[in-house]
């Protein structure tokens, strides 16, 4: 069987697949790491996105082999090592952003990207636009906006506060 070497969550692995195993089963089947959900056969949902390289993907889109190489963020390498969360995890909290939850990973990482896309910041139209490809049952989305636009204050204020030292 080919074998395919990544990291995720910074951690190197190298993993037998299939050619037709997706990067969603390697990470949930083949490492464990469920926080990635699957909720659709059509591309659709976006429960299943993950970082690629830093990017946004459809992790039920991507064949597994083509992420040899890549570097894979999941929603379980979000939190600090002293269990801190990542702000935009800390915001969905505190703003009431989830209900059932199933979206929820897919939510958080699409958004982390769209907010490090847009450093000039984004209005609340351009939020709920990026969001186009995550579905959420629950919600009705607004407490997911009012997150995402709290969480880009915090995640621009660190990076000017990185940038500075
Ligand atoms: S599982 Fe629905 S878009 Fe991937
Ligand atoms: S919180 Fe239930 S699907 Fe989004």
Do not use: W
Not at 4 to 23: A, F, H, M
Request: aromatic share 2%.
């Amino acid at each position: 069987m080919p074998q395919v070497s990544l990291t995720v969550n910074g951690k190197r692995e190298t993993v037998e697949v299939e050619g037709r195993t997706l990067l969603v089963e390697l990470l949930r089947e083949k490492l464990g790491l469920t926080g990635t959900h699957v909720g659709c056969d059509t591309s659709q949902c976006g429960a299943c996105v993950v970082l690629v390289d830093g990017q946004s993907a459809k992790s039920c889109t991507m064949l597994a082999l083509q992420a040899d190489g890549a570097s894979i963020t999941t929603v379980e390498g979000l939190a600090a090592a002293d269990g801190t969360l990542h702000p935009m995890q800390a915001m969905f909290r505190e703003h009431h952003a989830l209900q059932c939850g199933f979206c929820t990973p897919g939510m958080v990482m699409s958004a982390i990207d769209l907010v490090q896309s847009h450093p000039e910041g984004l209005t609340e139209a351009q939020i709920r636009h990026g969001l186009e490809g995550n579905l959420c049952r629950c919600t009705g989305y607004h407490n997911i906006v009012k997150a995402i636009a709290a969480a880009q204050k915090l995640m621009h204020h660190q990076q000017q506060a990185q940038a500075a030292e």
